[in-house]
């Protein structure tokens, strides 16, 4: 099955997109991206957590920028344009 990307999120999974630290909706905003697991750690947080940061947010924890490195091989999510131009720091 292919996904058209048509579909709507019920209220529970909405909440579960919201930055814990700025409260901002990283679904709306597109910052939404999949760490590799020991940066993710750097964070403070674990896997099991299912707590969302916003780029900004996270970058604060860790100490640093987000590199494209730190991200796990995961294209459909992690190979936006959104998430790319951020790490380059393109200005949108």
Known sequence: MEFD??????P???ASFICIDC???????GHYYILEHDVWALTGLTLGDNKMLCMPCCESRIGRKIEHKDLI???EINDSFIVRDYIDGVKL
Do not use: V, W
């Open 5 to 10: 990307g048509d579909f709507e999120l019920t």
């Open 73 to 75: 091989d995961f294209p």
């Open 12 to 14: 529970e999974e909405m």
């Open 23 to 29: 409260g901002i909706n990283t679904d709306i905003n």
